[in-house]
């Protein structure tokens, strides 16, 4: 009797997680009336023990939660106004995903909408412990929320590899928001499995290359992750050589640099161009890591990113041992440190571009799926749009980006 005594002082501690434990440790001695117990604290004058009551029964997965958690007893928890009323209603939140029932998936998508981010962040995380198809709709409507994307990810997750197909669609979709789609590579990299890897692989072949590399940083962490997953060689190597013909490109339409000084449209394009280009090779070596030792390439980046030349030669040195074939022959020529022409005119040896002038590449990058460097070519021709693009710029003027929509009509309206 002693030991009740002091577990019951116990109950009015400041802290939730002894209270708790006290609740819970009265239920353990006195099992056979567990369930009066918790009623009675349910019930009880003083809310921080109904939270204390609600939180053992979430802690420990209690099955008594199953005939106390009724729907009157829910809505006492959501109507509570007392300082407590946040910690209660986010230990309900916790108690829903462990519990079955209509009515408790209703509370539960009311929680998801609380107006505290730690109600809706344990509600988050109780979806996903439900892996209630139902709720994918509103998880998916959180990714863009920063204070929630995490848990966000983690509740996605959490549905396992019968999500994937969803995940995919969404990921292709062009009429889905960007938003939504720049976080689901990193949902899909959370579930390891070799559906996850094949989805990621195939999604670099198709997919817009302001998105490639959200796919490309998934993909290192599966492999980082290992288990066994397999990164198909030859697909990866069509996207590598994609991706250096990408790098030489904007390479070459960098090499018009000097009319690229004129205005604040053209200095935006150029600092656009150089940003693509830095992204583009981070990208390669991102790709190669999927391919050779990731911690090998990642120091080999290090190097050919370096103003040291003794650290790129070592980098190229590295590389020159340890790729292969085609990637070493497009690649390597273009990572020297070489004057500008000297690469252009390796790049013009290795791939066929028609980019022969400033109107060359301004073309290029309109017909091109990068979205920001088709704005900014944009608002660099504002005033001045040559006749033979003056089509394609109206073209541009009904696209469904709303930015590339925009930045056309400006164009022609100069």
């Not at 009740?4 to 939730?16: C, M, V």
């Not at 969404?170 to 559906?195: D, F």
């Not at 040195?317 to 004057?339: H, M, W, Y």
């Not at 028609?354 to 944009?378: F, Q, Y």
Request: hydrophobic share 40%; with cysteine; aromatic share 6%.
């Amino acid at each position: 009797m002693r030991l009740l005594s002091k577990i019951e002082a116990l109950l009015n501690d400041e802290d939730l997680g002894v209270r708790r434990e006290a609740i819970y440790f009265l239920c353990l001695k006195q099992r056979e009336r567990a369930e009066e117990i918790l009623r009675g604290f349910l019930s009880h004058e003083n809310p921080r023990l109904q939270t204390a009551a609600i939180a053992a029964m979430a802690e420990h997965q209690m099955e008594e939660a199953h005939a106390l958690l009724t729907e009157d007893t829910l809505e006492i928890f959501l109507v509570r106004s007392d300082e407590d009323a946040e910690t209660g209603r986010e230990e309900v939140a916790k108690l829903l995903g462990l519990l079955q029932g209509e009515h408790y998936r209703v509370f539960l998508a009311q929680l998801m909408a609380d107006t505290s981010p730690r109600v809706v962040k344990a509600a988050i995380a109780s979806a996903g412990r439900k892996r209630d198809p139902d709720f994918i709709p509103h998880l998916l409507e959180m990714l863009p929320n920063s204070t929630y994307r995490h848990d966000t990810k983690e509740a996605l997750a959490g549905y396992g590899v019968e999500i994937l197909p969803q995940l995919q669609e969404l990921l292709l979709s062009e009429s889905e928001r960007l938003m939504i789609r720049r976080n689901i590579p990193s949902v899909i990299a959370r579930i390891e499995s070799q559906r996850s890897v094949d989805i990621l692989t195939e999604a670099l072949l198709n997919i817009r290359p302001d998105l490639k590399f959200y796919v490309v940083k998934a993909l290192n962490r599966l492999r980082n992750q290992g288990g066994g997953m397999k990164f198909p060689e030859a697909r990866l190597d069509a996207v590598l050589l994609d991706e250096t013909r990408s790098y030489f490109e904007i390479l070459k339409i960098l090499s018009f640099h000097t009319q690229f000084d004129s205005d604040n449209p053209a200095r935006l394009l150029k600092r656009a161009l150089q940003e693509r280009l830095d992204l583009n090779l981070e990208r390669i070596f991102r790709l190669l890591g999927l391919a050779y030792p990731p911690k090998d390439i990642f120091t080999a980046y290090l190097g050919i990113t370096s103003t040291s030349r003794l650290s790129r030669a070592n980098a190229l040195e590295f590389l020159e041992n340890v790729l292969r074939g085609e990637i070493k022959r497009c690649l390597l020529p273009l990572l020297d440190e070489a004057p500008q022409q000297t690469l252009i005119t390796r790049g013009d040896e290795i791939f066929t571009t028609r980019i022969e002038s400033l109107d060359g590449a301004l073309e290029h990058l309109l017909r091109g799926r990068d979205v920001w460097l088709k704005t900014c070519a944009l608002y660099y021709l504002a005033g001045r749009v040559p006749a033979h693009l003056r089509s394609l710029v109206e073209q541009m003027a009904s696209d469904t980006d709303l930015v590339v929509k925009e930045t056309a009509e400006l164009a022609l309206s100069r």
